[in-house]
């Protein structure tokens, strides 16, 4: 069974500092990666996506992540946090076969002190 | 292009009674996702409606159901209402195509549901 840990709740940076937030999957076969970032009272926007080839994926608004196989991982980074980037962040895992389910990991909260 | 829509925004209920939440998918989408989010967690799949019919499951009992209609929108029906019910539920569809090629959600706002 696939599975999504987002190390810590609560991430707290200053504004222009750098944005880490980490997640580890667990699947048997290399999953579809994805972060979603959720808004107050909004949906889910995408961030950025793995599925094959290059392993350092860009994403909107300055954020990219890297997968890497041998610590299944995907960690999201800014190099220079926003005010603006203060949200909830998902890491979410897909199979490749089975249609759409996606399984979410739980959220990291970015705060972004001025 | 008309994103993914969902009504109402917010509703409040009582235990035991049913709920209909509704999904309008972005034009052209055939396929369509149901999540729980509850306070303080990530969403958990529902299901899952490809062409009108359910196609995959997540770990909810039988009195979570759907449909989806002809012009690809949905229907969330909750049965007997229990306090745990209490969650943002989320709609997403997706674009026609092979599952193995086509990767993106597009998720719509939420409902907000209470059950007192």
């Known amino acids: 069974a696939q599975s999504v840990t987002q190390l810590g709740s609560h991430v707290s940076v200053s504004e222009g500092a750098l944005v880490l937030l980490r997640c580890n999957y667990s699947?048997?076969?290399?999953?579809?990666l994805f972060w979603y970032v959720q808004y107050p009272n909004q949906g889910l926007q995408l961030l950025l996506k793995?599925?094959?080839?290059?392993?350092l994926v860009k994403g909107i608004n300055g954020f990219e992540a890297e997968f890497k196989k041998s610590e299944t991982s995907f960690h999201l980074t800014k190099p220079s946090a926003h005010m603006s980037d203060a949200a909830e962040y998902f890491c979410a895992v897909r199979a490749h076969t089975g249609g759409f389910k996606t399984i979410f990991g739980a959220g990291t909260r970015l705060f972004v002190k001025a | 292009e008309t994103g993914v829509t969902q009504s109402p925004t917010h509703l409040i209920k009582t235990r035991g009674q049913q709920v209909t939440l509704r999904c309008s998918s972005q034009?052209?989408?055939?396929?369509v996702s149901w999540y729980q989010q509850a306070l303080g967690q990530g969403p958990q799949f529902i299901f899952q409606y490809y062409r009108e019919e359910e196609n995959g499951r997540g770990n909810f009992p039988p009195r979570f159901s759907g449909l989806q209609f002809p012009n690809y929108s949905s229907e969330l029906n909750v049965n007997a209402l229990e306090l745990d019910d209490s969650a943002l539920y989320l709609c997403?569809?997706?674009?026609?195509?092979?599952?193995?090629?086509?990767?993106?959600?597009?998720f719509g706002p939420g409902t907000r549901l209470l059950v007192l």
């Open positions: 793995y599925t094959t080839g290059a392993t």
């Open positions: 699947s048997s076969v290399p999953p579809y």
């Open positions: 997403a569809s997706s674009p026609p195509g092979d599952f193995l090629i086509q990767e993106t959600q597009y």
């Open positions: 034009s052209g989408h055939n396929t």
